[in-house]
């Protein structure tokens, strides 16, 4: 017999959101706060906002605890739809920038690697076959930077050219 028990996530504003254990299973943290706190069911994510919660709960409760199929790397195509699942694409591709910053973030925390990998694939599909001046754009970065700036960033972050 399936347990269908229930634990709840409270957010930084207090909210419960609840979720099945079985859902919670692709987040390491909850995960392991479930096997280390067995008594409890109610979990405090202090990091966690609400509407990145509710988005969470979302991509949990549509998984149910089994692992979508992982995102090849390097990035071939800069459409969602040709890179992940018909409903993975749909949901990543309905946040806005700072929703997605945030997601990226909260997903990062709480171990959810699938979730991470989409959002990162996102990340990535935003900059593929662009210019510099274009991902600035892109990213709402108005502040210029000098060229030593930007040799610095695409010596710091030379991995990202390496998995488009």
Request: proline content about 2%; hydrophobic content about 35%.
């Amino acid at each position: 017999m399936e347990d269908n028990s229930t634990i709840k996530i409270i957010t930084k504003e207090k909210k419960e959101i609840e979720i099945t254990k079985k859902a919670a299973q692709l987040s390491e943290l909850l995960k392991n706060a479930i096997i280390d706190y067995q008594n409890e069911s109610t979990f405090p994510i202090n990091e966690l906002d609400e509407k990145i919660g509710e988005k969470i709960k979302e991509y949990l409760t549509h998984f149910d605890g089994v692992a979508p199929k992982e995102i090849e790397k390097p990035l071939q195509q800069n459409e969602m739809k040709n890179v992940t699942d018909e409903w993975s694409a749909n949901f990543i591709d309905k946040l806005s920038l700072d929703e997605l910053v945030n997601l990226t973030v909260a997903s990062n925390h709480m171990g959810i690697n699938c979730l991470l990998d989409l959002c990162s694939a996102k990340i990535a599909s935003m900059c593929k076959d662009k210019t510099d001046d274009e991902i600035l754009k892109a990213f709402s970065i108005n502040e210029p930077f000098t060229e030593e700036d930007k040799k610095k960033i695409k010596e710091e972050n030379k991995w990202i050219d390496e998995n488009l």
